[in-house]
T-cell receptor
Framework: GENVEQHPSTLSVQEGDSAVIKCTYSDSASNYFPWYKQELGKRPQLIIDIRSNVGEKKDQRIAVTLNKTAKHFSLHITETQPEDSAVYFCAARGGYSSASKIIFGSGTRLSIRP | DTEVTQTPKHLVMGMTNKKSLKCEQHMGHRAMYWYKQKAKKPPELMFVYSYEKLSINESVPSRFSPECPNSSLLNLHLHALQPEDSALYLC?????????????FGPGTRLTVT
């Protein structure tokens, strides 16, 4: 079945610097790749997503890139701020054999140092 | 209304109790999901309902019984749970058709089994 690997598991960056989180997926038929941010005690919140027919998408300080050939996608956060501190999950929606099923990566705990 | 709601927020139950978790959305979404999330782990899919019919059961023990009374409501009936079932239970919903795969999560029910 689909497997999503996420790295690193923890990431600490200086405020104002950039943060990059990387994920790989196994199902070549996967067609949708969301990213969720989860603050302590809160629900996972969709922050950006990308579809398989797009290579890059940007929303203010957040961008996601997708390399379908290599089956990996990345989250880029620029000009990091203290409120960016949270756990980030990448995910992949399965292909034709697993419609409706979104598989999550193991998560990255991002800490922003003041 | 762009929100998924869940009740109760917290639940403490004994191993012989029967309780239910409730989830509601009024976004007209066709798919609804139950996830289980343990501390420092990603959400783990339990069940998927599509058009009010159970479409995915991730081999969840029978002590968890889902129900979808109508397109806006999703319940999870709990009976004879074990302490290891203590977790955050998240409900989510999505349109789940091409171009509209975004899943939105409710705030979750924090369940403690004593």
């Amino acid at each position: 079945g689909e497997n999503v690997e996420q790295h690193p598991s923890t990431l600490s960056v200086q405020e104002g610097d950039s943060a990059v989180i990387k994920c790989t997926y196994s199902d070549s038929a996967s067609n949708y790749f969301p990213w969720y941010k989860q603050e302590l005690g809160k629900r996972p919140q969709l922050i950006i997503d990308i579809r398989s027919n797009v290579g890059e998408k940007k929303d203010q300080r957040i961008a996601v890139t997708l390399n379908k050939t290599a089956k990996h996608f990345s989250l880029h956060i620029t000009e990091t701020q203290p409120e960016d501190s949270a756990v980030y999950f990448c995910a992949a929606r399965g292909g034709y054999s697993s419609a409706s099923k979104i598989i999550f990566g193991s998560g990255t705990r991002l800490s922003i140092r003041p | 209304d762009t929100e998924v709601t869940q009740t109760p927020k917290h639940l403490v139950m004994g191993m012989t109790n029967k309780k239910s978790l409730k989830c509601e959305q009024h976004m007209g979404h066709r798919a609804m999901y139950w996830y289980k999330q343990k501390a420092k782990k990603p959400p783990e899919l339990m069940f998927v309902y599509s058009y009010e019919k159970l479409s995915i059961n991730e081999s969840v023990p029978s002590r968890f019984s889902p129900e979808c009374p109508n397109s806006s409501l999703l319940n999870l009936h709990l009976h004879a749970l074990q302490p290891e079932d203590s977790a955050l239970y998240l409900c989510a919903s999505s349109q789940d058709y091409p171009g509209h795969y975004e899943q939105y999560f409710g705030p979750g029910t924090r369940l403690t089994v004593t």
